[in-house]
Nanobody
Framework: QVQLVESGGGLVQAGGSLRLSCAAS????????MGWYRQAPGKQRELVAR???????NYADSVKGRFTISRDNAKNTVYLQMNSLKPEDTAVYYC?????????????WGQGTQVTVSS
């Protein structure tokens, strides 16, 4: 069984920074793409950033130049450094990972962590 556990959310003023972490644990053979999504009230869940096992990066236009995704393969962990935060970044942030386990390859989600940016 695989779990993704997120940490690092909270309340911050506009212009501030937060760092999210997401650690995968369980019977993992390998981790492929890892990423972060977010969902604001009344809106659909959207991609924020993702990183492949080879280090290829992909960002939403709204966060380019402000957010940085990285991963530590030895720790099965993905990070999201968020700088110059804006009130419109307020959302629940979800970790996502494409993981190979014995018997198959599946997409897993974390439980979500709230990020609130005050103006």
């Amino acid at each position: 069984q695989v779990q993704l556990v997120e940490s690092g959310g909270g309340l911050v003023q506009a212009g501030g920074s937060l760092r999210l972490s997401c650690a995968a644990s369980g019977s993992i053979f390998s981790i492929n793409t890892m990423g972060w999504y977010r969902q604001a009230p009344g809106k659909q869940r959207e991609l924020v950033a993702r990183i492949t096992s080879g280090g290829r990066l992909n960002y939403a236009d709204s966060v380019k130049g402000r957010f940085t995704i990285s991963r530590d393969n030895a720790k099965n962990t993905v990070y999201l450094q968020m700088n110059s935060l804006k009130p419109e970044d307020t959302a629940v942030y979800y970790c996502n990972a494409d993981i190979s386990v014995v018997g198959g390859r599946y997409v897993y989600w974390g439980q979500g962590t709230q990020v609130t940016v005050s103006s």
